[in-house]
C-alpha cells in the first residue's frame, strides 16, 4: 500500500513560485503514474498534471501549461510540481494521488482512476 504526503504550498503574490513536494511510502511507487490535482472552495477536484511510472511522459492542464511542471524521483520516492506565474486562480488545495493501474500506457486525467490521495497542501495567491 501507498501512502502519499504533500508538503511545500503557502502564501504567495501573484506572479511567484512555489514548489509542491508529494512524499511518498511503500514498494511499489515506481510501479505507477502520479497525478497532481487541486480542489478550490465550492468545486470539483480537477486534474493539474501526471506523470508516468517511468517518468518519460508527463500531461498538464491547459490553463497551466508553460508555468507548471511535473517531476518525479523514484529513488527517493518524491513527486514535484514546479509552479511559476501564480495565479489568485490557483489558489486551491492541492493533492497527489496514484493511479489505481501499474505500468498504465496512457496517462490518465480522470480523478476516480486515482487513490492513496493524500491529506493536501493548501495554495493561497495573492491578487
Known amino acids: 500500500q501507498v501512502r502519499l504526503v504533500e508538503s511545500g504550498g503557502g502564501l504567495v503574490q501573484a506572479g511567484g513560485s512555489l514548489r509542491l513536494s508529494c512524499k511518498a511510502s511503500?514498494?511499489?511507487?515506481?510501479?505507477?503514474?502520479m497525478g497532481w490535482f487541486r480542489q478550490a472552495p465550492g468545486k470539483e477536484r480537477e486534474f493539474v498534471a501526471a506523470?508516468?511510472?517511468?517518468?518519460?511522459?508527463?500531461n498538464i492542464l491547459d490553463s497551466v501549461k508553460g508555468r507548471f511542471t511535473i517531476s518525479r524521483d523514484n529513488a527517493q520516492k518524491m513527486v514535484y510540481l514546479q509552479m511559476n506565474s501564480l495565479k489568485p486562480e490557483d489558489t486551491a488545495v492541492y493533492y497527489c494521488?496514484?493511479?489505481?493501474?501499474?505500468?498504465?500506457?496512457?496517462?490518465?486525467?480522470?480523478?476516480?482512476?486515482?487513490?492513496?490521495w493524500g491529506p493536501g497542501t493548501q495554495v493561497t495567491v495573492s491578487s
Open positions: 494521488g496514484k493511479d489505481t493501474i501499474p505500468f498504465r500506457v496512457a496517462i490518465i486525467q480522470r480523478t476516480n482512476e486515482y487513490d492513496c
Open positions: 506523470i508516468s511510472w517511468s517518468g518519460t511522459r508527463s
Open positions: 511503500g514498494r511499489t511507487f515506481s510501479s505507477y503514474a
